[in-house]
């Protein structure tokens, strides 16, 4: 039986825009527009789109760094946008981020061992934090001497490890990864990737992966959930990122990626015109003013996400069509 730790049922973060002197409010920028998504125990989820799509807002809003208009955020059965108070605390420690800049994410005031420890002092505090803050370093592969030196004196891939080991302090079952190897040199990218797989068997850690990069979440995750204009527009497992997918937006990101053979590519999907605003989206299908297939169905209609299979949803009026082709 499947075990869900993180559950997202019809998330909406709507930003408010004010004009005018007495600052009213003239319409929203819907940033994250119903989205719905579970992720298994020990499992990985990549989410993927282009840049404001987004992706970055849904997980500050699992995290509540960014409040949410609706919807509801239930890690380990608990709904963390409406808990509060010592419950709320206890449910932090169960979620964790990785942020995606590496240098601005670490307080360049504070030593590694402060930057690991605080979160073990506050919410383990009858543990030894210094013999854990020396455990997460050494299982992230920083040296001990490290331990009082401060993030400046560090290069981008070991500022991520120390990013990595204080998203691990708290012990938990979520792990939240913002584009975490995206500053990073591609060869440092593979070690740091290697690393959080490694990590995620030991500690049988669930992760929600945040990239743009379609090779990145191929090599790491489970499942993968395509992400347009704040909607989820295909859901699949990663082994049909080569083949498989349905959606046209989602097959013109595979088409992006790069292929190391001179003159070899997967097809000629090439996506034309620009992503409409979030504060004015098409009313029906929000990826109908780039899709080369739009019919009248897709202007008056917005699809919902519908079964292809066990393992694959796709919101698109006419994925039997392409199906069948």
Same mark, same amino acid.
């Given at each position: 039986?499947?075990? /869900?730790?993180?559950?997202i049922?019809?998330?909406?973060?709507w930003?408010?825009?004010?004009?005018?002197? @007495?600052?009213?409010?003239? #319409? +929203?920028?819907? %940033?994250?527009?119903?989205v719905?998504?579970s992720?298994?125990?020990g499992?990985?989820?990549?989410?993927?789109?282009?840049?404001?799509?987004?992706?970055?807002?849904?997980?500050?809003?699992?995290?509540?760094?960014v409040?949410a208009?609706?919807?509801?955020?239930?890690?380990?059965?608990?709904d963390?946008?409406?808990?509060?108070?010592?419950?709320?605390?206890?449910?932090?420690a169960?979620?964790?981020?990785?942020?995606q /800049?590496?240098?601005?994410? @670490? !307080?360049?005031?504070m030593?590694?061992?402060?930057?690991? #420890?605080?979160?073990?002092?506050?919410?383990?505090?009858?543990?030894?934090?210094?013999?854990l803050?020396?455990?997460?370093?050494e299982?992230?592969?920083?040296?001990?001497e490290?331990?009082n030196?401060?993030?400046?004196?560090?290069s981008?891939?070991?500022?991520?490890?120390?990013?990595?080991?204080?998203?691990?302090?708290?012990n938990p079952?979520?792990?939240?990864?913002?584009?975490?190897v995206?500053?990073? /040199?591609?060869?440092?990218?593979?070690?740091?990737?290697n690393?959080?797989?490694?990590?995620?068997?030991?500690?049988? @850690?669930?992760?929600l992966?945040?990239?743009? /990069?379609?090779s990145?979440? *191929?090599?790491?995750?489970d499942?993968?959930?395509?992400?347009?204009l #704040?909607?989820?527009?295909?859901?699949?497992?990663?082994?049909?990122? %080569?083949?498989?997918?349905?959606h046209?937006?989602?097959? %013109?990101?595979?088409s992006?990626?790069?292929?190391?053979?001179?003159?070899?590519?997967?097809?000629?999907?090439?996506?034309? #015109?620009?992503?409409?605003?979030p504060?004015?989206?098409?009313a029906?299908?929000?990826?109908?003013? *780039?899709?080369? +297939?739009?019919?009248?169905?897709?202007?008056?209609? *917005?699809?919902?996400?519908e079964?292809? !299979?066990?393992? +694959?949803?796709?919101?698109c009026? +006419?994925?039997?069509e392409?199906s *069948?082709?």
């Amino acid at each position: 039986m499947r075990s /869900d730790v993180l559950t997202i049922k019809g998330l909406k973060v709507w930003f408010p825009v004010k004009r005018g002197i @007495l600052k009213r409010t003239v #319409g +929203h920028v819907k %940033a994250v527009d119903g989205v719905s998504l579970s992720l298994p125990r020990g499992k990985t989820l990549g989410l993927v789109g282009e840049s404001g799509c987004g992706k970055t807002t849904l997980a500050k809003a699992c995290v509540r760094l960014v409040p949410a208009m609706e919807g509801e955020v239930k890690v380990v059965g608990k709904d963390i946008l409406t808990e509060g108070g010592a419950s709320l605390r206890k449910l932090r420690a169960q979620i964790q981020m990785i942020f995606q /800049d590496p240098f601005s994410s @670490l !307080d360049p005031k504070m030593t590694v061992g402060n930057i690991i #420890g605080e979160p073990i002092r506050f919410h383990r505090p009858e543990e030894d934090a210094v013999a854990l803050v020396h455990h997460y370093m050494e299982v992230t592969g920083l040296r001990k001497e490290a331990f009082n030196r401060y993030p400046h004196e560090f290069s981008g891939g070991q500022r991520q490890r120390i990013g990595i080991a204080r998203a691990l302090a708290t012990n938990p079952a979520v792990v939240v990864c913002d584009e975490p190897v995206s500053a990073l /040199d591609v060869s440092i990218q593979a070690r740091v990737l290697n690393l959080m797989k490694r990590l995620q068997k030991e500690m049988n @850690l669930s992760y929600l992966f945040i990239s743009h /990069d379609l090779s990145v979440i *191929r090599h790491i995750a489970d499942e993968v959930a395509v992400m347009y204009l #704040g909607h989820i527009v295909e859901r699949f497992p990663a082994d049909s990122i %080569a083949k498989g997918t349905l959606h046209p937006y989602t097959q %013109a990101l595979i088409s992006s990626i790069p292929i190391p053979e001179p003159g070899r590519r997967l097809d000629d999907s090439v996506l034309e #015109g620009e992503t409409p605003s979030p504060m004015d989206a098409p009313a029906g299908c929000t990826f109908q003013t *780039r899709c080369p +297939h739009r019919t009248e169905l897709c202007v008056a209609t *917005r699809p919902v996400l519908e079964s292809v !299979d066990e393992h +694959h949803e796709v919101a698109c009026h +006419h994925w039997r069509e392409w199906s *069948r082709g």
